[in-house]
């Protein structure tokens, strides 16, 4: 059997529809697991990107940022506080909310700092001061990026949530963990499937915004900008 | 934490130290050489581009843990899965900066060869590609140390990498294990990057020591992710 | 060609009276006369050092006229570009002071400074993520301006500009280079500062659009009168857009402020007139008119006139007209080709040499006269009316007579003024000319 037949034989049984540990409630589990960690990484990270791409202040760290955390392996890291038996908010919260911020950070940074420099002195010189350059000239122009950035850092947290189900914590990865141990590989294929596709609409989710958030302006610049 | 663990176990975490390496490197280099001939098609025939990045971003999203068990029914519970798993997500870094480290060749070079007589070909291999190489050649780093990484989610489905530090101290509750396992990964992947910068050194010596040739501007054009710290993260 | 441009102007400055620049020194108070008009902008003692040492502009003396345009010339790297990022606080000068009205500007509030001083740039700085006529709008509406209002006063602008209103709602990469330029140049008038600064506005365009954006400019500035201050490093713009050339030395100091036409014909030293360039003498002619040209009836015929009329004026080449009533030229005609003609042909029936250019009497430059001179097969300059009617022929030797008055006229003028200014300082030392 295929992968998609297991999977699609376990999601359309009912039964796991219902009753505690049923698709729904990790479904849910899974959702507050990725959006909270994403939801204060970006409100730490988006801001903080900002301030660096605008005043240049920090830069260096900031670029060498990206390739470091890239290094941590998320596994070795969760096993890591489990072992240490943190309480159990603190257990999943903070690993994966400090592990969301870099490529918020990178990116925010990325988006700021590569405002084209004519624009950034034009805002400058018809009299806007700092806050408004930022707001309503560079923000704006670096909103595909930061957006790129929240979008990756979703997908991350998604992927990570996963994982953090071999410490015992619940969420689509449960099926996952529990399926392998058990070795019963429908609850695998399944649960995996159902990770698929929750960060295939994150993407989707994020393509929606782009349209709403990204300034008409910018869209047709692409083509001419090689 | 219990130093002493570290010698006597040597021998096996030299072992899973060097299965790592293998999966970590051979990946991003499988996904670099199929990476640069499909490169090089979208970069020559652009109307692919649009549907290659959707693919790519749509490949990238998959959590990794995910895409390994997804390929186990048709390359088992191996090391070939991993590999596979990785060198897909390697390609999805590395095709990108491939068709952008190209495309960001200037114009005037470019037109300025032909006008010498070279022909297409000649002018892809002596001219375009090594003007790329810094591009390319980020997108590779990335590759590997993501990959150096990632390797150890595939020790949950058995397939051995320095996870097995992670998976057997959390069963013992053995921090120092966990530790070891950390830190060898860290290093590997900071070494391989290091190894990577040098050689990027070594094969552009024009390149002022940025991670983009002179000419090629670092100007990201919105919703294409050209820039050589890869917009896609894992 | 260009037309003549009457730079005589009149206006003086009342300054602080314990501060002498050295500009007024030599500019010999050239805009002498008039009760208003002031220096708007005066740079006392300025000096501009980065942390590394390098020095860009240093110990600057300089008054800019209000009203006029003042163009800052010279090599790269010579000051120009960080003089006048001083004037809107975008670089803050290391020592000296700034007036702008008479008030020192570190005093006000930068960005509130800014929003009464329009700045362009070459790269234009256009927002990219705005429609054109957001763009236009944006210091009036950082002033408060409901957004409504402010985007009618777009539209005006963009017509002001010599742009299709039509385009307000497009976005600035949907534009051409020299289209681009015009609304950065309609962005920095929209709350109709006094001041404007341009830097190097019009270089990365090509040279036909640069043409027509300086002529633009020019025909602005008879209708705004507002008081710019352009960098370029084009020698030749200066002297075409500019009132009061400075053009400056390679390290942060000036090497001659004057008027294009003194600059042209009396460089402060070799350094100056290499800059100038090498035909200063023949460019300098575009700033004489051509009232003063005395003109000769010549030989003028209407094409009904025969053959054997002109082979009897016995002139090497006749200037064939439509007709005595409407004397537009059609043609000179060699007498050679005259020769062998059947003398009761008529002269419209002959094939004619095509008449090339004519200079407009009064409007146009010597320098216009003397090219048509030099461009005409018979050596015969054609003077044209308004209408287009030959109104006379001038030889080279009346050019000639014509060029040496205007040069001896002018030299004059400027030598009174420069008198005039010394007896006016009280106590006034060496040093004070160029």
């Not at chain 3, 003609?341 to 090339?356: H, N």
Request: charged share 15%; glycine share 10%; proline share 7%.
């Amino acid at each position: 059997m295929s992968f998609f037949s297991y999977a699609w034989d376990w999601v359309t049984t009912d039964a796991n529809w219902h009753g505690p540990g049923s698709i729904p409630h990790q479904l849910l589990a899974h959702l507050g697991y990725s959006f909270l960690p994403l939801l204060i990484a970006g409100l730490i990270a988006v801001p903080a990107g900002v301030v660096i791409g605008h005043t240049g202040r920090g830069a260096t760290l900031v670029i060498n940022l990206a390739n470091a955390w890239r290094a941590i392996p998320t596994l070795g890291l969760l096993v890591l506080i489990a072992v240490y038996q943190w309480p159990t908010l603190l257990t999943w919260l903070i690993p994966l909310t400090v592990l969301a911020i870099p490529p918020i950070l990178v990116n925010v940074y990325e988006g700021v700092d590569g405002v084209d420099p004519g624009v950034k002195d034009a805002a400058k010189g018809v009299g806007m001061t700092p806050w408004q350059q930022v707001v309503k000239v560079e923000v704006p122009i670096a909103m595909p990026l930061i957006l790129i950035g929240l979008r990756t850092s979703a997908i991350f947290v998604v992927a990570t949530a996963t994982i953090a189900a071999y410490i015992g914590l619940g969420g689509l990865g449960r099926f996952i963990i529990d399926g392998l141990a058990n070795t019963q590989y429908g609850p695998v294929a399944g649960g995996s499937l159902l990770v698929i596709l929750l960060a295939l609409i994150v993407l989707g989710v994020f393509a929606l915004l782009s349209r709403l958030l990204v300034p008409a302006g910018l869209r047709g610049a692409g083509k001419d900008n090689q | 934490m219990m130093w002493s663990w570290i010698p006597s176990n040597w021998s096996e975490i030299w072992e899973l130290t060097k299965q790592t390496a293998f999966l970590g490197i051979i990946s991003p280099l499988i996904g670099l050489v199929i990476s640069v001939p499909l490169g090089v098609v979208a970069a020559r025939w652009r109307w692919i581009n649009p549907p290659t990045l959707v693919v790519v971003n749509v490949v990238y999203a998959i959590p990794s843990l995910a895409l390994f068990i997804a390929l186990i029914p048709t390359f088992g519970l191996t090391d070939t899965t991993v590999v596979i798993g990785l060198t897909v997500y390697s390609l999805c870094v590395i095709l990108p900066n491939v068709v952008g480290g190209l495309r960001g060749v200037p114009a005037p070079v470019k037109q300025a060869a032909t006008a010498m007589g070279y022909g297409p070909l000649r002018r892809l291999i002596t001219v375009e590609l090594p003007l790329a190489t810094p591009v390319i050649l980020a997108g590779l780093r990335v590759g590997v140390v993501s990959s150096v990484s990632l390797a150890s989610v595939g020790q949950i489905i058995g397939v051995s990498s320095l996870g097995y530090l992670f998976v057997d101290g959390e069963q013992r509750d053995f921090p120092t294990e966990i530790y070891v396992g950390l830190f060898l990964i860290i290093i590997l992947a900071v070494a391989c990057d290091l190894i990577l910068v040098g050689v990027r050194r070594a094969l552009t010596p024009w390149a002022s020591g940025r991670d983009r040739a002179p000419g090629i501007r670092r100007r990201v054009v919105p919703g294409t992710p050209v820039t050589p710290v890869p917009a896609l993260w894992r | 060609m260009t037309g003549f441009r009457n730079r005589v102007v009149t206006q003086t400055g009342t300054v602080n009276p314990d501060y002498t620049p050295a500009t007024r020194l030599v500019l010999g108070d050239a805009f002498a006369g008039g009760a208003e008009g002031r220096w708007l902008i005066t740079f006392e003692g300025v000096t501009k050092r980065y942390p590394d040492g390098t020095v860009a502009v240093d110990d600057l003396d300089l008054e800019v006229p209000d009203g006029k345009t003042m163009v800052l010339v010279g090599p790269s790297g010579c000051g120009k570009t960080t003089t006048l990022r001083m004037i809107n606080r975008l670089v803050e000068a290391s020592e000296g002071r700034i007036l702008l009205n008479g008030d020192d500007i570190r005093a006000q509030n930068p960005a509130k400074l800014r929003r009464g001083i329009g700045y362009v740039i070459q790269q234009t700085g256009l927002f990219p993520h705005r429609t054109i006529e957001d763009n236009i709008a944006t210091v009036p509406v950082l002033n408060g301006w409901r957004r409504a209002k402010a985007r009618a006063r777009a539209r005006e602008l963009l017509t002001t500009v010599g742009l299709d209103p039509a385009l307000a709602k497009r976005y600035p990469h949907q534009l051409s280079g020299g289209q681009q330029q015009r609304v950065g140049v309609a962005r920095a008038l929209a709350a109709d500062p006094p001041v404007l600064l341009m830097d190097e506005p019009f270089s990365a365009v090509d040279p036909v659009v640069r043409g027509q954006l300086q002529e633009q400019l020019i025909a602005l500035q008879t209708e705004l009168r507002k008081t710019i201050v352009l960098v370029t490093h084009d020698i030749e713009e200066a002297i075409k857009v500019g009132d009061l050339v400075a053009l400056y030395h390679p390290h942060g100091t000036l090497a001659q402020l004057a008027t294009p036409e003194r600059l042209l014909a009396a460089p402060a030293d070799d350094y100056v007139a290499g800059f100038v360039g090498f035909d200063r003498g023949i460019r300098r002619l575009s700033f004489f008119r051509t009232d003063g040209l005395s003109l000769s009836a010549g030989p003028v015929l209407p094409e009904t006139a025969t053959v054997a009329a002109a082979v009897k004026t016995g002139e090497p080449w006749i200037l064939v007209v439509a007709s005595e009533s409407d004397p537009t030229p059609s043609g000179w005609l060699p007498s050679d080709r005259l020769a062998g003609l059947d003398g009761a042909a008529l002269l419209k029936d002959v094939a004619a040499d095509p008449f090339g250019h004519t200079f407009t009497v009064g409007d146009d430059s010597l320098r216009a006269a003397l090219d048509a001179a030099v461009l005409s097969p018979a050596g015969l300059a054609i003077g044209v009316d308004a209408d287009g009617r030959v109104a006379g022929l001038a030889t080279f030797d009346q050019l000639r007579s014509a060029v040496q008055a205007a040069q001896a006229a002018q030299d004059a003028l400027d030598a009174q003024e420069n008198q005039d200014a010394l007896a006016a300082q009280p106590g006034s030392g060496p040093g004070a000319a160029p």
